[in-house]
T-cell receptor
Framework: GAVVSQHPSRVICKSGTSVKIECRSL??????MFWYRQFPKKSLMLMAT?????????EQGVEKDKFLINHASLTLSTLTVTSAHPEDSSFYIC???????????????FGDGTRLSIL | AQRVTQPEKLLSVFKGAPVELKCNYS??????LFWYVQYSRQRLQLLLR??SRESIKGFTADLNKGETSFHLKKPFAQEEDSAMYYC????????????FGGGTRVLVKP
């Protein structure tokens, strides 16, 4: 159990395009999901915490208007990179926290990631 | 702010040799420490967490609060252990957000 599906796995698009990435928990409910960004040969960097039914919490330095997060249901969070530019090219990874509360001490379950390339 | 440091970017060992991946953290409270592993072409997955105090795939890790370390060890490395390993920290006050170390690539040679 605890499968997280991320779609699409790869996106190549022109500069100025908005790109939506989906993160789904397939066999469990996830009140909280997380979005990470990973640069080549670097570690994962948390971008934001996605909370079902409320606004996402962004980490310092992450533009809210650039990276729109929607968590409309207990099994789906979306990250939309608006008006993407080449510097937004990166590997984006989501994770879902199993359990109903953020203090439930449950580990995060990760998606496969989405490689975004902006030309 | 909390921080996780993995000093080794690459560890290369021969099959059957012991392997130890170092992880040091800085956080003033009581964190929860994890080791995540990413095998080639696979997603990141939890290997073990300090509160479980268990051995997974022969790996163990002990939290040393005095040294603020959570080193990962395996006495006899296998070729299938070749992967990227990330040490991570979380704490309840921050909603269990994970802070990752830079990662260590382990290569087990036959």
């Amino acid at each position: 159990g605890a499968v997280v599906s991320q779609h699409p796995s790869r996106v190549i698009c022109k500069s100025g395009t908005s790109v939506k990435i989906e993160c789904r928990s397939l066999d469990f409910q996830a009140t909280t999901m997380f979005w990470y960004r990973q640069f080549p040969k670097k570690s994962l960097m948390l971008m934001a915490t996605s909370n079902e039914g409320s606004k996402a919490t962004y980490e310092q330095g992450v533009e809210k208007d650039k990276f729109l997060i929607n968590h409309a249901s207990l099994t789906l969070s979306t990250l939309t990179v608006t008006s993407a530019h080449p510097e937004d090219s990166s590997f984006y990874i989501c994770s879902a926290l199993r359990g109903g509360r953020v203090d439930s001490n449950q580990p995060q379950h990760f998606g496969d990631g989405t490689r975004l390339s902006i030309l | 702010a909390q921080r996780v440091t993995q000093p080794e970017k690459l560890l290369s060992v021969f099959k059957g040799a012991p392997v130890e991946l170092k992880c040091n953290y800085s956080y003033s409270g009581s964190p929860e420490l994890f080791w995540y592993v990413q095998y080639s072409r696979q997603r990141l997955q939890l290997l073990l967490r300090h509160i479980s105090r268990e051995s997974i795939k022969g790996f163990t890790a002990d939290l040393n609060k005095g040294e603020t370390s959570f080193h990962l060890k395996k006495p006899f490395a296998q070729e299938e252990d070749s992967a990227m390993y990330y040490c991570a920290l979380s704490f309840k006050a921050a909603g269990n957000k994970l802070t990752f170390g830079g990662g260590t690539r382990v290569l087990v040679k036959p």
